[in-house]
């Protein structure tokens, strides 16, 4: 099965810092606005949150026997 797919990691504390109360984040670079979440895991070693995003801008891979490349977001704060 091929798929236009990459990886996003999300630490579970940069996310807490993301969801708290009175702050605001911008996201100025990272997945692209007509993206599709296709999927989602968990490590269990780092318990960081990995996200499986879909494009038609992303180089296609064969998902049974390649690794998803990572897609690095870069989010600032506003507040």
Do not use: Y
């Not at 996003?8 to 993301?18: E, G, R, S, T, Y």
């Not at 960081?48 to 992303?58: A, D, R, W």
Request: aromatic share 6%; charged share 25%; with cysteine.
């Amino acid at each position: 099965m091929r798929s236009k797919i990459k990886r996003v990691i999300i630490n579970p504390l940069a996310f807490l810092n993301i969801m708290e109360t009175n702050t605001a984040w911008r996201v100025t670079s990272g997945i692209p606005k007509d993206a599709r979440l296709c999927g989602f895991t968990t490590d269990p070693q780092t318990q960081n949150l990995i996200l499986f995003i879909e494009h038609p801008s992303f180089d296609e891979i064969d998902v049974q026997n390649e690794v998803a490349s990572l897609l690095t977001l870069e989010v600032r704060k506003v507040q």
